[in-house]
């Protein structure tokens, strides 16, 4: 099947009343193993992840997750949408360099986001991105105007899809999926990766995690609905320091997620130690145990990409 998009396998259905645009009779997202992705566009959208941008729009729906620190601290969201796309999402957030090596693993995937400073624009106009921002589809952004901006910016996600003609289809990640557990983990309930100024925690609550950010349980902005990714992999990642900062000072690290390294992935309510491998920017990521390929549960995925030399306790599995 080509990689770009067909727009003959595409349909727009209310789903639930989310307004999503959905794929029809198309295979698994190669993204979080459910259906409706394989074959249909990949776009990642850009969260701030500040307690002003919450809570999110839309979030709950994504295939994908990633989490990222940023400058001071805190951390944003790239989250990646493929086996459909919210009526609305946000509030989005500028670009990092960090979403730039995420994204190259892809062919031409879509990038949402606000904005971001000079340096950093050229950076996603050499990039394989197509650039989805205010500056090339302002029709579909606007202002809620209960909050104040930075933090209320929203996209009609799937209204720009409909309409979207450069964004390639998904490509294979590097992702396996089952929904039965493999043998071998250790039982956990809860979960909590903190960096200096954030922190995200889970509850395994029977049949996923419930997942809270900076102490408080996140709840869409429309339908109030947890998240609750079935598979949290907590991947312990190298950051370096870069020539790209925010305008008060702060230093961008560049989270990196290209080469190989430890991480715990969670799951049924069970934590395995596993080990990740992405030898290529093109290339996917596998995540193994003793060499054997680490299936995840079928359903969406949160990646927390946590810096190697973080203090201790910045991870806890209990």
Known sequence: MSRRRVFAAVVLAAVLGSGSLVAAEAGPSPLSGLPGGAGQPVVMVKYGNSRPDRPHYGLNQADLIYVEEVEWGLTRIAAMFNSKFPSVVGPTRSARISDLEILEQFEKPGLVYS??????????RKSNAVSLSPSERSAFFYRNLSKQAPHNQLARLSSMMAKETQVAAVGDVGFKFDRTAPLGGTRAKSFRASWSSARIAGVWDGSAWVISMDGTVHRDAQDRSLLTPKTVVIQIVEQKETKYGDR??????????????????????????????????????SFTIGGAPLPFDVGQVMILLVNSKAKKGSVVIE
């Open 115 to 124: 904005g971001a400073n000079d340096v950093l624009l050229k950076a996603v």
């Open 248 to 285: 008060f000072g702060g230093k961008t690290p560049l989270v990196k997620t290209v080469g190989s390294g430890n991480a715990f992935v969670l799951r049924n309510g069970n934590s395995y130690e596993a080990q990740w491998s992405r030898p290529t920017k093109e290339s996917g990521t």
